[in-house]
C-alpha cells in the first residue's frame, strides 16, 4: 500500500501533501508515497508536529494509486481534495488555481 | 493554577478536600456535593467557611437551601465546549440570589472568560502564564450587549431606550 | 428592512476585530486548532475539502442591494468570484484564506453583515418565510420576531457552547414556507379568538440522522413572552441535553427521549420564573422593531395591468417565466417574483459576482432596493410592480436567472455535496445537474407539476431529503457512491417524512429510478393530484413494484 500525507495549510486552507525534502507542496506529483508502514508513522509525526507549529492542520495518511502515470488517492473524498470539484473542473487544482 | 477575581490574582483561601478525605482542623474548606449532603452538620459546626464544588452533571438546585451556609460554589467545566454551567451561574445569581463567590473551574480558557462573568461568575481557576493581562484583552472585545442577565451591563435594547 | 443603529454596529465592528484577534492568536500558536475550532465555527468558518470556507448570515433572508454588491466584492476579491445560497437563507463562500478573514469580517461590518453563529454549537441565523412582509395570505409580519430574537441570540452568554446547533425558524402564514416544524424551534405566528397577535410553539423537529417531525408545546404563546419563552427552552435544553454522544445531542433526541408533554412542562416550570423578568418585551419596542419593516412606498395600482396581460400573449418565454415564477403579493398591482438559482444543469444555488451585481441593480430598480434569500436556494424580488415584470424578465434573462421551475423537479434543493464538503459521503451537485437536464423541457416540467425534489450528500440532510417529496441520499458503499431514493416527505404545513423506498442506485441509476417514479407518478394521478397527493394516496408499492419488481 501506497501512502502520502495530505493536511490543508493553516493560513490558506490549500490542500498541501508532505512530499520531498519534508516539505509540503501542493500537488501530489511532487510527493513520492511511501511502501513502508514505519516510514508512514513517521511522516505522519512530522505531520503532527508541523501541526504544532502552525503550519497546518489535520496531517492525515491516505493511500494513493497509480493512475495511468500519476498518483491518485484511492479514496474519493481525498481524489477530491487532490483535483478540486467535480462540478467545476474550472476550479482548484486541476486547473491550476 | 492562578485565581483571578475583581481583576486580580488572588491568593487560594479554602483547602480542596476530595471525596472523603479527612477534613483539616481549620480554615476554609471546598467539598464536592456528596461531601456536602453528608456531612453539613460538621461542616458548618467547624464555623470556617465553606464551598461547594459542583461537577457539570450537578445543577445548583440541590443546594439552592443551602446558600446562606456557603461562601463558594465552584463550577466544573470538563471541557470549555461543555457548557452546562453558564446556566448553573445565572440560576444562582438570579435565580437563587447567591452573592459568594461563582467560581469557575477546569477546561478555562480566556475566549471564554467574557461569557463566564457576564453568566455570574465572578472568579476563574485558569492555567496562563499572564492572567490579569489575559483579563483584560477577553473584557476588551465586546462592549455592546443584548442579553440581560444578572451581571447588570446595560443591554443595547436598555440603552436605546434611555 | 432592519437597519443598524449605534449598537448593533459597535456589535459587529467589536466582533470583527476580536476575531482578527483571535486569527492571530491561531497564527501564533498561542490557541491551538482544538481550541481555535469553536471560536471560527462562532464565527462562519469552516475548514472544508479544498479551503476554509465562510458562512455569511443572511438574517431571515432579507438583503440589500449594497450588501449583495458588497458580497459579490468578497467573491471576487477573495474567493474564486462565485457565491453559494444555502438551505439556510445564507450564502457561504468556498475559497477563503484564514488571513484574509479579519479584513473579510470587517468589510462584512460595513454593510451590516457578519458570520457570527453561522455555524458551531450555539443558535444559528434565525429563518423565516421568504415572503414575510408581501404574501398575500400572511396573517402577520414575523421579521419583527425573526429581528428580536437575532439580537437575543447574537452572543448569548448562557447559550453560546450547547450540546449541539440549534435553529430556530420563523412563519406568519398559514402556508409554511419556512419548514417551522424541521427546526429545533418553530414559531407559527397566528391570531387566537379574540384577535391577539401569539406563536404557536413547535420544538424538537429536526432532519440529519434521526429525522423529527416538531411537536407543538404551546397553541398560544402572546408575542411579547417570545424571548423569554424561547430562554426557557434553551436553558432546560442547556442543561438537559445530551452531550455524551454528538449524534444524540440535539434537543429533537431530549424530547423524543423525554417525551413532549414531560419537556414542556419543564419548559413551562422555567418560563413561569422568568416571563416577568427583563425579556418581557415592551410593546413599544416591538412597535420601534415593527417600523422597520413598514411597507415602503406603494403605489395604488390597479389589480391587472393590462400591457402585462399583452406581454404576456406576445412572448411565450416570459409567459412561462410569469405562470411559473409569480406569487400573490397582498397589494394590488404588484408581484412577488421567485428568481431561481438553479439553471438546468449547475449546480444549484451557486451564483457569480456578476449575477450578484446584476441583480442587486435589477432589486434598486424594480424593488425598492432590498431582496430575500429562499431556503430553495433561490432569490425573490417581493415587491414588483406589474407593469415591470417584463422589462424586469428581459434583463433576467440576460443575467442567466431566467429559468422557469419555481416549485418543478428542475429547482432541486441540494448541499454542497462531496464536491465541497468534509463530511460528505457522496457528491449530491453532478446529480442535481443530471436531473435537471433529464427534465429540461419545460413543458414536460410543467405537465409533471409541483414536486420538490431534495437531496444531500450525506445523512446530515443539509439539502432536507427527508422532506422532499422526492429525496435523495448518497452513501459512500465500498468507495463508490450510492444514492438512496425516499418518497412522501413534505416541507409544508403537512409536514411529513418521506421513506425509503428500497435498495440505493448508483449514479445514473437515480436519475433514471426518478424519471420512473414521475412515470408512475403521471400514469397514476387523478386530474389535478399533485404528486405528493398522489404518492399520499396510493402509499410506496406501486413505486416499489416497478422499480424493484413486484414481490413474487
Ligand atoms: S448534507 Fe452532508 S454532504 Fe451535504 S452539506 Fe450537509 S454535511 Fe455536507
Given amino acids: 500500500m501506497q501512502q502520502v500525507v495530505i493536511a490543508n495549510r493553516l493560513t490558506d486552507g490549500v490542500v498541501v501533501f508532505l512530499g520531498r525534502n519534508r516539505c509540503w507542496v501542493e500537488s501530489l506529483d511532487d510527493c513520492p508515497p511511501t511502501e513502508q508502514t514505519d516510514e508512514a508513522s513517521a511522516l505522519l509525526a512530522l505531520g503532527v508536529k508541523a501541526e504544532e507549529e502552525q503550519e497546518i492542520v489535520g496531517p492525515d495518511l491516505i493511500e494513493v494509486a497509480s493512475h495511468q502515470g500519476t498518483l491518485v488517492p484511492v479514496k474519493m473524498r481525498e481524489a477530491m481534495r487532490a483535483r478540486g470539484p467535480s462540478t467545476r473542473t474550472d476550479l482548484g487544482k486541476q486547473a491550476g488555481n | 493554577m492562578p485565581l483571578l477575581k475583581n481583576e486580580a490574582i488572588i491568593k487560594e483561601l479554602y483547602t480542596r478536600v476530595e471525596g472523603e478525605d479527612t477534613l483539616p482542623d481549620r480554615g476554609a474548606v471546598l467539598v464536592d456535593l456528596a461531601r456536602w449532603q453528608a456531612d453539613r452538620s460538621a461542616l458548618i459546626a467547624r464555623g470556617s467557611e465553606i464551598g461547594v464544588r459542583l461537577t457539570s452533571a450537578e445543577a445548583p438546585e440541590a443546594i439552592a437551601d443551602d446558600l446562606s451556609q456557603l461562601s463558594l460554589v465552584a463550577l466544573e467545566f470538563p471541557a470549555f465546549t461543555d457548557g452546562r454551567a453558564y446556566s448553573y451561574a445565572r440560576l444562582l445569581r438570579e435565580r437563587y440570589g447567591f452573592q459568594g463567590e461563582v467560581r469557575a473551574v477546569g477546561d478555562v480558557l480566556l475566549e471564554q472568560l467574557h461569557f463566564m462573568h457576564r453568566s455570574g461568575f465572578d472568579c476563574f481557576e485558569f492555567s496562563s502564564d499572564q492572567p490579569e493581562e489575559d483579563w483584560i484583552i477577553a473584557q476588551a472585545d465586546m462592549k455592546v450587549w443584548y442579553q440581560p442577565t444578572g451581571d447588570k451591563r446595560p443591554t443595547a435594547t436598555q440603552l436605546r431606550r434611555r | ?552
Fill in chain 3, 1 to 552: 428592512m432592519y437597519e443598524y443603529d449605534e449598537f448593533d454596529a459597535d456589535f459587529v465592528n467589536q466582533r470583527a476585530l476580536q476575531f482578527g484577534r483571535q486569527v492571530e492568536s491561531r497564527l501564533s500558536g498561542k490557541l491551538s486548532e482544538d481550541q481555535f475550532r469553536p471560536i471560527r465555527l462562532m464565527n462562519g468558518l469552516y475548514l472544508q475539502l479544498h479551503a476554509y470556507m465562510l458562512r455569511v448570515n443572511v438574517p431571515y433572508g432579507c438583503l440589500n442591494s449594497a450588501q449583495m454588491r458588497k458580497l459579490a466584492h468578497i467573491a471576487r476579491v477573495y474567493d474564486k468570484d462565485y457565491g453559494h445560497l444555502t438551505t439556510r437563507q445564507n450564502m457561504q463562500f468556498n475559497w477563503i484564506k484564514l488571513s484574509d478573514m479579519p479584513e473579510i469580517l470587517l468589510e462584512l461590518a460595513s454593510v451590516e453583515m457578519h458570520g457570527i453563529q453561522s455555524s458551531g454549537n450555539c443558535i444559528r441565523n434565525i429563518t423565516a418565510d421568504e415572503y414575510a412582509g408581501v404574501a398575500a395570505e400572511e396573517i402577520e409580519d414575523p421579521r419583527v420576531y425573526c429581528e428580536l430574537l437575532r439580537q437575543w441570540s447574537s452572543l448569548h452568554p448562557e447559550f453560546s457552547f450547547l450540546p449541539r446547533k440549534f435553529k430556530i425558524a420563523v412563519t406568519g402564514s398559514e402556508k409554511d414556507r419556512a419548514v417551522v416544524k424541521a427546526h429545533d424551534i418553530g414559531l407559527r405566528l397566528h391570531r387566537n379568538e379574540n384577535g391577539e397577535e401569539g406563536f404557536e410553539v413547535f420544538v424538537g423537529g429536526g432532519l440529519g440522522r434521526t429525522p423529527f417531525i416538531g411537536k407543538s408545546i404551546r397553541a398560544f404563546l402572546p408575542t411579547e413572552h417570545v424571548l423569554s419563552y424561547c430562554e426557557a427552552i434553551l436553558r432546560v435544553y442547556n442543561q438537559l441535553g445530551r452531550r455524551d454522544n454528538k449524534y444524540k445531542a440535539r434537543i429533537k433526541i431530549l424530547v423524543h427521549e423525554m417525551g413532549s408533554e414531560a419537556f414542556s412542562e419543564l419548559v413551562e416550570k422555567e418560563w413561569a420564573e422568568i416571563k416577568q423578568g427583563a425579556l418581557a418585551l415592551p410593546q413599544a419596542e416591538i412597535e420601534r422593531v415593527r417600523e422597520f419593516f413598514a411597507p415602503p412606498a406603494y403605489e395604488a395600482l390597479p389589480e391587472e395591468d393590462p400591457d402585462f396581460e399583452a406581454q404576456r400573449k406576445a412572448e411565450p418565454g416570459f409567459a412561462l417565466w410569469a405562470r411559473q415564477q409569480l406569487a400573490a403579493h397582498k397589494r394590488a398591482g404588484y408581484a412577488i417574483v421567485n428568481v431561481s438559482c438553479s439553471p438546468v444543469g449547475k449546480p444549484p444555488g451557486d451564483i457569480s459576482s456578476a449575477q450578484m451585481e446584476g441583480f442587486a441593480d435589477l432589486a434598486d430598480t424594480y424593488n425598492f432596493g432590498e431582496m430575500r434569500v429562499t431556503h430553495n436556494q433561490n432569490l425573490v424580488l417581493t415587491d414588483v410592480r406589474k407593469r415591470d415584470l417584463f422589462d424586469l424578465w428581459k434583463k433576467l434573462v440576460a443575467l442567466g436567472l431566467a429559468t422557469a421551475n419555481h416549485g418543478l423537479i428542475g429547482d432541486t434543493i441540494c448541499c454542497p455535496g462531496l464536491d465541497y464538503c468534509a463530511l460528505a459521503t457522496a457528491r449530491s451537485i453532478p446529480l442535481a445537474e443530471k436531473i435537471s437536464e433529464r427534465f429540461a423541457d419545460p413543458e414536460r416540467q410543467a405537465e409533471i407539476g409541483e414536486i420538490y425534489l431534495n437531496m444531500s450528500g450525506c445523512i446530515n440532510a443539509c439539502g432536507h431529503h427527508h422532506v422532499g417529496n422526492i429525496g435523495i441520499v448518497g452513501v459512500d458503499k465500498k468507495n463508490t457512491e450510492l444514492y438512496q431514493l425516499m418518497l412522501g416527505g413534505s416541507a409544508e404545513e403537512d409536514a411529513s417524512l418521506g421513506k425509503i423506498l428500497g435498495p440505493g442506485f448508483d449514479e445514473d441509476g437515480i436519475v433514471d429510478a426518478v424519471e420512473t417514479v414521475i412515470n408512475i407518478y403521471i400514469d397514476m394521478r387523478e386530474p389535478n393530484e399533485k404528486f405528493i397527493e398522489t404518492y399520499r394516496r396510493l402509499g410506496p408499492e406501486p413505486f416499489k413494484d416497478r422499480l424493484y419488481g413486484a414481490p413474487a
